[in-house]
């Protein structure tokens, strides 16, 4: 029975949309996985996806999978760049991994709009300013 499953309840693990120079010196948006843990994460699949509304109109981007493998304890990987076209929509990565042959998942929604500067806070690990789900 499906009440009967009692999933593992995922902590310190992040996920932050940073705003940050790339090597040619622009302006980009990132999107980072943080491991908050003090044990590596092992197996990781982040998938994403956008959805909402744009001038009344449903919008679906594509659906992109990630295959991050091992984040150590304490450390971060880059998911994707992200455009902010799709700020105007809400932005889902959905986050698995393993921590000791036990399987973790955990959905991140940045809702419609929330992707902005009045929101940024300190992110922790990349020690840059962004917009962080924990």
Known sequence: MKKDIHPPEVTDIAVAVIK???DKGEQEWNVYLLNLKNVPIEG???TSTGYGLI???GRK???LRHFLDTIPARGFAKIEPIVEDVFGI???FWV?????KVMYDKKYIFLA???CETNFIKVPLLDKKGVMIK
């Open 61 to 63: 981007t594509s659906t």
């Open 20 to 22: 940050e120079l790339n």
């Open 96 to 100: 698995s991994f393993f921590i000791n």
């Open 44 to 46: 990781v699949l982040v």
């Open 90 to 92: 809400n932005n889902e």
């Open 113 to 115: 709009e929330s992707i």
């Open 55 to 57: 001038q009344g109109e």
